[in-house]
């Protein structure tokens, strides 16, 4: 999506330090709040996004994924979207989205716009419609701060298997893949995973994924740990097995 209603600039990188496998728990990963219209309380945008978010509460957690709009008229109408990670169960998936939903409303009081993600899930609603589009405003990455021994190695290795996991992502009806790849000689794996929100077709999903992937230069050059993280698509890599199953 490139609407501007978003913070900017369009393509915001954040770069937040982890020091080895921390645990978020139920905390926010990071939010954007929109930068611009506002609506008043018990007015028919209100009324239209919560009961969006009621029903993407009830739907979500079935298929791990979310979408619809509410209203009558164009200037009332509230968009949403869930999405949550693929190896999390339903019930994991409810409690996340339901927190998702209750937690944006808290941090962005009466804007018609925000994004917010957590480990297991995220939520965004506008009072546009911005299904099918790529979102490349509201954009973030994490970092584990610690090195490893040989970078160029790592680096192409960490390319190979997030470029291989966007393809059998954008091939799969869930949008969603992970895998791992032994680390040279060394008895060390790398672990990784891809995934995009499911309102995208598979081109898009692609090409957000490979986006993303062009980007770790930029946050996450040698480090043991990282991931980007956007409003259409996500990448994470880590040493360590962090998803279930």
């Not at 600039?9 to 990071?30: D, E, H, Q, R, W």
Request: glycine content about 8%; charged content about 20%; hydrophobic content about 30%.
């Amino acid at each position: 999506m490139s609407s501007s209603k978003f913070s900017t600039p369009t393509t915001f990188l954040l770069i937040f330090v982890l020091l080895f496998k921390t645990c978020f728990g139920a905390n926010p990963l990071f939010h954007f709040c929109s930068s611009s219209q506002n609506f008043t309380a018990n007015t028919p945008y209100d009324s239209n996004l919560r009961t969006l978010i009621n029903s993407l509460i009830y739907k979500t957690p079935s298929t791990g994924f979310g979408i619809g709009s509410i209203g009558q008229y164009q200037n009332q109408k509230a968009y949403g979207l869930t999405l949550c990670r693929g190896d999390v169960s339903a019930s994991e998936c409810k409690t996340c989205v339901s927190d998702a939903t209750k937690e944006i409303l808290s941090l962005c009081p009466y804007n018609k716009g925000a994004i917010i993600w957590y480990d297991n899930c995220m939520f965004k609603y506008l009072d546009t419609d911005f299904f099918g589009n790529i979102d490349n405003t509201n954009k973030f990455s994490l970092l584990n701060v610690q090195n490893v021994t040989d970078p160029a190695m790592f680096n192409y290795m960490t390319k190979e298997l997030l470029s291989l996991l966007a393809y059998k992502a954008y091939v799969s009806p869930n949008m969603y893949a992970t895998g791992e790849l032994k680390i040279g000689g060394e008895s060390k794996k790398l672990y990784g995973l891809t995934q995009c929100t499911r309102d995208l077709s598979s081109s898009s999903c692609k090409k957000c994924l490979d986006d993303a992937i062009s980007e770790l230069p930029n946050c996450c050059d040698g480090k043991e740990g990282g991931r980007v993280v956007g409003g259409s698509c996500n990448i994470r890599y880590e040493i360590y097995p962090f998803v279930k199953g």
